[in-house]
């Protein structure tokens, strides 16, 4: 006799609301340490590690270290990946938080150029490469964990709630910096930028503590007791999902060099090149983030009605025709419109794809591998789009003296999403990929 009985509907809605939470906690963790990281490339890291540069090439400078991170996300959304299809998703993502959050108290600590010379942007390179080998796994895992305990008929709406730790994460960091805006700038830059840092050991706590409370995925589970589970799961995912792998990678183009241009070039743009106070960016991505608490969820609901494929084209568009508009208010520098720039951009436009790449992601692969696919084909998206973003951005503004080639930029990114999206399998085909939908045990209902 099956040592395990079929779980009650309240236990399914108590395993979902803690993968729910577990994601929310994790990706404002994540978050919280990535706009840190992004916000003092801007404001920080380019004077007191890249000293000897022009303002603008020594920004340039500090964004290259946040992309190199980018470019590391790819091998934890690799190495993890495969992990959280061998082993499980909570294990995993327990391991990722932790690598995580520790990288970034530990660039609290560091010393800066006048202290160390050349040592100082080296260590700090090396703690933003393990930071983003960290993160390279955290999202996507929240996604897969999520959408693996979620019905279909609410896969949208669920999986887009751990994008609200997105929100809170950058208005913890942001709101963080502006209060530390208050302090003399003297020690400010002496001190007083270490301290979002180092309050990451608080996130680590209690992230893990949330995070071991969460049931295994269902799906997961459906996978070991079936034998199923891949031996190599990198290699099975371009042996027969190639050609979603890369549909996933180009669908994350938009979104993440929408998101990270604002979070990162935009903060930039408009302290260094328009001389506009640098409170006047955080203000605006936080308010930004702060309606982004309500349009994830908006956005992943409109999903469900009306198809999630719709929705994210949709938006890709949208980005297309707004980028222009967004230079245009921002350029007034009004702050007023400055702000509602960065708030129609971060929180409305790209949030259509923000809130259904959950869901849209997870089913484009099976259980068995789809921790690997998505977080792989994810990460290698977000470092070629996401990271190279602001620092293209960058180099073009200090080359041309223009925001037109920046909003080309985009624009072409938002093609590739589109194409992407277009010749990609609808969310009804890559959904009969796997029908594993409502798994019909969990080791909680043991006897």
């Not at 006048?114 to 090396?126: E, K, S």
């Not at 996933?248 to 506009?276: G, Q």
């Amino acid at each position: 006799m099956s040592n395990v009985m079929t779980p009650t509907p309240e236990q399914r809605t108590m395993w979902v609301r803690r993968a729910i939470v577990a994601g929310v906690i994790g990706t404002t963790i994540e978050w919280y340490d990535f706009v840190l990281f992004g916000t003092a490339s801007a404001l920080v890291f380019n004077t007191l590690f890249f000293p000897k540069f022009d303002p603008l090439i020594g920004t340039a400078a500090a964004l290259t270290t946040t992309a190199i991170g980018y470019f590391f996300r790819p091998l934890g959304g690799f190495v993890f990946g495969a992990l959280g299809d061998r082993i499980g998703r909570k294990n995993v993502l327990a391991a990722t938080l932790v690598l995580m959050g520790l990288s970034t108290a530990l660039i609290g600590v560091l010393p800066t150029y006048a202290q160390a010379g050349i040592w100082a942007p080296v260590l700090m390179l090396l703690l933003r490469i393990l930071q983003g080998i960290g993160a390279g796994a955290e999202f996507g895992g929240a996604q897969v964990m999520v959408s693996e305990h979620a019905s279909k008929k609410r896969q949208g709406l669920l999986t887009s709630l751990p994008g609200a730790g997105l929100a809170l994460g950058i208005m913890l960091g942001t709101s963080f910096y502006s209060l530390l805006d208050f302090m003399p700038k003297d020690q400010f830059m002496a001190w007083g930028w270490r301290l979002p840092f180092l309050a990451s050991v608080i996130g680590i706590a209690i992230g893990l503590f949330i995070r071991m409370r969460v049931m295994e995925s269902p799906e997961f589970l459906a996978v070991t007791r079936t034998k199923e589970r891949p031996k190599s799961p990198i290699k099975e995912v371009f042996a027969s999902h190639t050609r979603n792998w890369f549909v996933s990678m180009f669908a994350c183009f938009a979104e993440n060099a929408t998101t990270n241009l604002v979070k990162t070039f935009v903060l930039a743009y408009a302290a260094t090149f328009l001389h506009l106070d640098k409170s006047v960016g955080l203000n605006g991505l936080f308010v930004a983030s702060l309606v982004s608490l309500f349009t994830y969820p908006l956005f992943g609901w409109l999903g469900d009605r009306l198809g999630i494929a719709r929705v994210y084209i949709g938006s890709a568009i949208g980005v297309a025709l707004f980028i222009f508009p967004m230079f245009w208010m921002i350029n007034t520098k009004s702050v007023p419109m400055v702000i509602i720039a960065i708030v129609l951009t971060y929180a409305i436009v790209v949030r259509g794809m923000s809130a259904t790449q959950g869901a849209y992601l997870a089913n484009l692969f099976p259980a068995r591998i789809r921790f690997t696919g998505l977080a792989s084909s994810r990460e290698v998206g977000s470092a070629i789009s996401g990271g190279l973003g602001p620092v293209l951005a960058t180099l073009l503004l200090a080359a041309t003296h223009s925001y037109w080639p920046v909003a080309l930029y985009m624009i072409s990114q938002a093609a590739i999403t589109i194409a992407a999206v277009w010749i990609g399998p609808s969310r009804r085909r890559t959904v009969d990929l796997d029908e594993t939908t409502e798994p019909a045990s969990h080791p909680a209902t043991a006897q």
